[in-house]
């Protein structure tokens, strides 16, 4: 016998509840509460409840979908750039919140409107960009820093590009914007 069925069918009168789930490792909020379900909707009301949300909050509308599909279809036939910056700016010409760029071409994607190529895609380099002996190759960068109010200088960093250890480290005054 299920663990609901047994919960909904044992008599209640003369029994320790929190001792009766601590044994079977529920809740004695679940015990009364598929206790009320099934009293108010039998035994369909004691099967497990999706979790899933009823709505989605950010989900675009089937009626904005069709709008966007529509004017990709307008810009196709003119000739115009149709993709999801394009739509965007459309729909806010005509007084329409869009949605973001992703969720646009989303849409286009789902909808069979923008096919996959592979082609297209970037290539991954042939050979790691890394040094193969260290002092083979520096890397040598700056950052900004503010030590004091209208104090900036440039911290200066040469990095070895094989084993990435910091060789030298200089801080020097940033040149002034002024020319």
Known sequence: MSLRRLIVEVEVEGLNVRR????????????????????AGGWAAIEPRSRAPR???????????????????DLTEIGFDAGPATIAYHLEAAGVVPPSLSGIWRVLRRRGLVLPEPGKAP?????????????????????GWELAPG????????????????TASRAAPAPSADP
């Open 55 to 73: 709505r989605v909050a950010n989900r675009i509308t089937a009626d904005l979908e069709d709008r966007i599909v529509a004017i990709r279809k």
């Open 123 to 143: 290539k991954r380099p042939l050979r790691r960009f890394a040094a193969q002996r260290a002092n083979e190759c520096w890397q040598v960068d700056d950052t």
């Open 20 to 39: 009766f789930c601590e044994q079977h490792g529920v809740s004695t909020w679940l015990f009364y509460e598929l206790r009320r379900r099934y009293a």
């Open 151 to 166: 104090a900036t200088v440039k911290i200066i960093n040469v990095i070895d590009d094989c084993c990435r250890v910091v």
